[in-house]
């Protein structure tokens, strides 16, 4: 897999992005579940 410069901060945007929504989403899931 290869990853181009310019896709670089895509990926930064979506680890800072995504992580919190991750750790919320799964914590709210085993609160409920």
């Given at each position: ?11 930064v ?21």
């Amino acid at each position: 897999m290869v990853i181009l410069p310019q896709e670089v901060p895509v990926g930064v945007m979506t680890a800072l992005f995504g992580a919190p929504f991750f750790i919320a989403l799964v914590r709210r899931g085993a609160r409920y579940g």
